[in-house]
């Protein structure tokens, strides 16, 4: 059996993901990554609440637990990048971000020194072995539930040191197994929210850390016409129809952003619509070109693609329009269950 660390976030997932790895006999420990350095922050991931709860589990279930502190790395790698992102008029993904440049980077890299073998998460996906005998990542079976795409940046050398313990379970059977498991966890709820935001105030947030990139400017139509005005483009995002300020029962729905004018362009809905998507920063093992489905964002349809590696850009052509891509989001392709890579979406057409 291994010496494994789970990433404990005080939520069920992560708290059935170490039961399960000490009922089937690994040395179990728990840690858990302080992100925020505010004291009042409750209920999500990255609260002293979670903190809390992930420690009473491990404590219910008689291992180690310790928390790591990640403040100082989370602001600059993930909070600054979520600010800058929308101060240049992009939607950000922080959660990839955070599990590309935090927990399989940074924290993976301290619990080794540690001598664990794995660090174990409680992600819905799964790790199988590929023709070449490398591991590749894949579907959790609860489609659901999936969350393969936030994960697509993790090399094969991550993966060798990976385990998702729930990825051939469905959250239903998670939660059945946290209550067979007298969690103190068992009954709690899921976080929906992005967790360093407050209220979830997406506009409030950036605006008290970039407040010169609230430049007030007009709402107009495809036509050039101005239809209403806006203080800062931070916060609007490509296919946005709510919060729009518009007047009346207007049903426009945000289909290009401009930083440098400070204008967002409004829209019926599928104008914003695209059949080729470039994106930058990829990650990719696959084939130079090959067909795949593919995501623009996580609760998007998943439609049929050829994707095209091209040096360090990727080049997916929709059979079918995909509407409103947003860049920034990530773009995410599977051949079958397998992820075979994506990257940050920089535009389409």
Known sequence: MARVFVAMSGGVDSSVAAALLLQQGHD???VTMRLLSTEDETGSCCSLDGVRAAKRVCDALGVPHYTLEFTEEFEREVI???C???AAGRTPNPCIVCNDRMKFSELMRRVALQDAEFLATGHYARIVEGADGRHRLARGVDRAKDQ????YRMTPEQLDHTLFPLGGLTKPEVRGLARSFALPTAERPESQETCFVPDDDVRAFVRERRPDAFVAGEIRDAAGTVVGSHDGVPGFTIGQRRG???PGPDRS????????????TVGAKGAGSARVIVAGDPVWSGAAEQRVTARARYRGPEQLATAVLTGDR????FDEEVEAPAPGQALVCWDGEIVVGGGVIEEAS
Request: glycine share 6%.
């Open 314 to 317: 990727l080049v997916v052509r």
């Open 80 to 82: 600054e990048r979520y």
């Open 84 to 86: 800058d992102e929308y």
């Open 253 to 264: 729905f945000v289909t290009a952003v401009d930083v440098a004018s400070a204008t967002v």
């Open 244 to 246: 729009l300020g518009l």
């Open 148 to 151: 393969s795409y936030f994960l």
């Open 28 to 30: 179990v420990t728990g």
